[in-house]
């Protein structure tokens, strides 16, 4: 499958589709029209077209998409089956709270370690994945090279732990610090959750009356 | 100021917008075009013209923007200045992260109170808010009607709360759930944090190569 260039605003609606092609799934729908796929979604059945055309040729003229197959089909363009090997830094509440009820591998990926500075965390497990002392994390990433770390640590250190794991050969930052991260490697891939932005747009919609 | 209608993808950028301007602000940037401030957010400065239009007039031209001066107009058509009130149901670690280090404050939210069911945790207070039992929420929401509800409850607990804080009044949701929430009612507005979407665009980027 040759790529062309995909827009930042079609690779966010990626794992949109995917998640809305899960939960029809789960209803026992089989198939669907793009039309009834974008009313649900609240987008137009031609930007659906469009988004998916950039990938390639999906569903039948007249009879719509296949759900399972469309969902493998997307999933597979999201990377989730190359089982990308993850690791949080930082086990505070947010980081335990990822570890103890996010679904890591529902969505391809391993979470394979944790580390934290805390004595009274290092040493213990959560979610069934060891604690490592923050001391181990160099050696740990020589040996294992982890995709992507979840950076929950204090503003503080956010810059000085992506330095560290970026000469680490770490490319994949899962940013919780609410600071922007950067780095000099044109290689890496941030993806940021930003807390405010999402509270902000619920603030203006209960503001707008 | 009369609203004409926004869509969705401008509402997502205004708190881009507000928090670009804040950083600005940090460095001592005092003004700024909208070349380089597009340049910086990734987007043009047409697209940036053009977003500002649906809420009036901003910037001089020769001039750019006084950066200050947007912020506070972008803060006040998010609506910083309501100075909305919020609850946390829900006091796992999640909703404590949440209250530990989400600064509601410097977006306008007022974090009154949080509910929880464990014994453990009700009669404690993080972060200065008292915890209390969920027994107390009814008589709490009709006593102070709070604007905004943050979801950090179990999937199964999502559509039976959300439904229990609708009928006490509370409009607004910021949903942690992973789980779609839905109500009849036509004034209620619903924020979902989808971390699963979050991940998988990363998973996308590191799995292109």
Request: with cysteine; net charge neutral; aromatic share 8%.
């Amino acid at each position: 499958m040759k790529k062309q260039h995909v827009s930042e605003a079609v690779i966010r609606r990626l794992p949109r589709y995917y998640r809305y092609l899960g939960d029809l799934q789960a209803k026992g729908i089989v198939r669907i029209s793009s039309n009834s796929l974008g009313s649900r979604m609240g987008i137009t059945a031609s930007q659906i077209r469009q988004d998916l055309s950039c990938f390639g040729e999906f569903g039948q003229q007249g009879y719509g998409y296949n759900v399972k197959e469309l969902q493998t089909e997307i999933g597979h363009i999201l990377g989730i089956e190359n089982r990308h090997s993850i690791i949080v830094v930082g086990v505070g509440n947010l980081g335990h709270a990822l570890m103890q009820n996010f679904h890591f591998a529902e969505i391809g990926f391993s979470l394979d370690a944790a580390f934290d500075v805390s004595p009274s965390l290092v040493g213990t497990t959560v979610n069934g994945v060891l604690v490592r002392d923050m001391e181990e994390l160099d050696a740990y990433c020589r040996d294992h090279l982890p995709d992507v770390a979840v950076l929950t640590v204090p503003q503080s250190a956010a810059q000085p732990i992506t330095n560290r794991l970026v000469a680490l050969g770490v490319r994949g930052f899962w940013n919780f610090t609410n600071k922007e991260i950067s780095s000099d490697s044109a290689d890496i891939q941030v993806e940021s959750v930003h807390f405010a932005d999402s509270l902000l747009t619920l603030s203006y919609r209960i503001s707008k009356r």
